[in-house]
């Protein structure tokens, strides 16, 4: 239901961007995110959006580096990172929420892509 690309290794200081394609099953009227998780840590919110990308939501931890968008209308969502560094380095998963707002909370995303992987070198 939820397609996330985008993913590779990138040196520190560089910039991906990540994408989620959704399928009809995935109302464009729900919220979307993002959450990764690193390799023995628990899966952390990164960023969600509102169902009309008029909301964004970003962990502490972005600092102002990365963008989450959408299509307005679309279910297909965006998450664009720059000035990366190692600590970066995880599987993002993306996330389609119950509702058209979703905050940090995993329980509020009913649907979960497969991940994709994102390698920061130092």
């Known amino acids: 239901q939820l397609q996330a690309s985008g993913g590779g290794l990138v040196q520190a200081g560089g910039s991906l961007t990540l994408s989620c394609a959704a399928s009809?099953?995935?109302?464009?009227?729900?919220?979307m995110g993002w959450f990764r998780q690193a390799p023995g840590k628990e899966r952390e919110f990164v960023a969600a959006?509102?169902?009309?990308?008029?909301?964004?939501l970003y962990a502490d931890f972005v600092k102002g580096r990365f963008t989450i968008s959408r299509e307005y209308g679309k279910s297909t969502v965006y998450l664009r990172m720059n000035s990366l560094n190692p600590e970066d380095t995880a599987i993002y998963y993306c996330?389609?929420?119950?509702?058209?707002?979703?905050?940090?909370?995993?329980?509020?995303?009913?649907?979960w892509g497969q991940g994709t992987l994102v390698t920061v070198s130092s």
């Open positions: 009809r099953r995935t109302s464009s009227n729900n919220a």
């Open positions: 959006v509102s169902w009309n990308g008029g909301t964004t």
């Open positions: 996330a389609a929420a119950r509702g058209s707002y979703s905050g940090r909370d995993s329980s509020q995303y009913q649907y």
